[in-house]
């Protein structure tokens, strides 16, 4: 009996409207229930698509750090920020990119490799600067750091043998210097 997994990286026909370029938002908001849903409706009404979602509570546990993947009409981005800004809870929205800011992604990618093809895949993490961190007579879980364009290319390699599952959390972001994020 032969058994179809879906997973992550299972392909999805690519969407008919092409979204826009992407952009990368900080909110830094109190840390209460209904917040989340608030900004994602600002969101859904203006037709922007969130890519990715990322919240942590910060080092204050009164307050969380929101960074937010998004696709849309640039045009309408400004708005979207003062939108966001005027919520109850909003503490402060802005933008980010790759001037201004680090912004970074992590993937955890568990794969198919046997004694043959280990060494070889340890190759591939070491290129790009990852960690193996969990290791079976069978499969591997490797875990890569980087920009956007680094994970799409770790993917990419890692596609040689048989993906199991990914994981990646989305971008994250901290403003360069001494600026608040």
Not at 34 to 39: D, T
Not at 70 to 80: A, E, F, K, N, W
């Amino acid at each position: 009996m032969s058994q179809t997994i879906v997973t992550t990286d299972t392909p999805v026909p690519a969407p008919a409207k092409t979204r826009g370029p992407t952009h990368t938002l900080s909110v830094l908001v109190s840390n209460e229930p209904g917040v989340l849903m608030r900004i994602c409706q600002v969101f859904s009404r203006r037709g922007f698509n969130i890519d990715s979602l990322v919240v942590s509570e910060g080092r204050n546990t009164n307050f969380s750090r929101m960074t937010i993947g998004v696709s849309g009409d640039p045009q309408g981005l400004s708005q979207i920020i003062m939108q966001v800004s005027k919520l109850i809870d909003v503490i402060h929205c802005s933008e980010h990119n790759d001037d201004d800011a680090v912004v970074k992604e992590l993937i955890m990618v568990k794969f198919l490799a046997d004694a043959d093809q280990q060494t070889q895949a340890l190759q591939i993490i070491e290129h790009f600067g990852g960690k193996t961190v969990d290791l079976t007579p069978r499969s591997m879980i490797a875990l890569v750091t980087g920009n956007s364009s680094k994970i799409d290319a770790a993917i990419s390699m890692f596609s040689q043998f048989e993906i199991i599952e990914t994981v990646r959390t989305g971008k994250i972001v901290m403003a360069r210097g001494e600026q608040p994020t």
